[in-house]
């Protein structure tokens, strides 16, 4: 176990708790990070960053999914299948804000990255809210859909993803 903890220490994206066991990896966690929630197999968890969403049900299975869009503050929710098919979204033409990585992201990928990539209720509040902060843009949630499973399949290996 101590190796184990060791390599585990040195990875980015590794959340420890005060009785030294990980709480989250990877945009997965076990504490409570409003404003995206997911319930999978009964339990409910938490992930980073509306990006997360989209490519952490192709790791782990059917996600319930559960955000809210920055700029208005609206509820929204579908299921996400382990091939990344999104259904009963309450939002389908939603969209997503995305961050230029015009500079590398530091081990803290949460302040880095994640805090400016949101889910929006439309596209239109996604370039409202983009408009204010610098160096994000606008993508479909079909776009996000196909990044993550660009992601996985490069970070996970192709036999994850679908």
Known sequence: MPRATSILRSW?????????QVTGFSGLTVAEMPPH?????????????????????????DLQVATADPVTGEAITYHI??????????????????LRPDKPWS?????????????FTSPSNAKQWTAAHPGTFVISLDDGTELARRH???????????
């Open 107 to 119: 081990n803290d990928v949460q302040t880095t990255f994640c805090h400016y990539v949101h889910h």
């Open 81 to 98: 299948s382990p091939d990344g098919a999104i259904d009963g979204a309450s939002h389908p033409d939603g969209a997503l804000s995305f």
């Open 12 to 20: 980015p994206a590794v959340f420890w708790d005060d009785r030294d």
């Open 37 to 61: 929630r997911i319930r999978h197999a009964g339990v409910d968890l938490s992930a980073w960053c509306a990006f997360d969403l989209l490519f952490l049900a192709r790791i782990i299975g």
């Open 152 to 162: 996985t399949a490069r970070t996970f290996g192709a036999a994850v993803s679908a």
